[in-house]
């Protein structure tokens, strides 16, 4: 049973635009929290925004604060993340991820989270 799914990836050039949607069902659905994730090839895979399904703060990796915008349509179980301004070191697999495990207060960047989808890739050409 799927319980995450990502969609909207694709290639741009440096300074476009692009959307990606996260839906959740099940389980995920009614997850503390949603967060973006990505990983370029040979790196680590890094926070880049989050959202909490409860009060809506949000959570962003300083590196695309400013650029990156995370929302969610809860009538749609869908999360958005808006990425502007795209740099080609915003290239990678972008992951969406539900329920931080570790989670007390706000949610985290760091991926102890329980539900994963595959991911969707992302190119940013310069």
């Known amino acids: 049973q799927v319980q995450v799914a990502e969609s909207g990836g694709g290639s741009v050039q440096a300074g476009g635009s692009l959307r990606l949607s996260c839906s959740a069902s099940?389980?995920?659905?009614?997850?503390?929290?949603i967060t973006w994730f990505r990983q370029a090839p040979g790196k680590e895979r890094e926070g880049v925004a989050a959202?909490?399904?409860?009060?809506?703060?949000?959570a962003y990796a300083g590196s695309v604060k400013g650029r990156f915008t995370i929302s969610k349509d809860a009538a749609k179980n869908t999360v958005y993340l808006e990425m502007n301004s795209l740099k080609a070191d915003d290239s990678g697999m972008y992951y969406c991820?539900?329920?931080?495990?570790?989670?007390?207060?706000?949610?985290?960047?760091?991926?102890?989270?329980?539900?994963w989808g595959q991911g969707t890739q992302v190119t940013v050409s310069s």
């Open positions: 991820a539900a329920e931080d495990i570790h989670a007390i207060l706000a949610c985290s960047l760091v991926p102890n989270y329980k539900y």
């Open positions: 099940g389980y995920a659905a009614n997850s503390n929290c």
């Open positions: 959202i909490n399904n409860n009060d809506l703060s949000t």
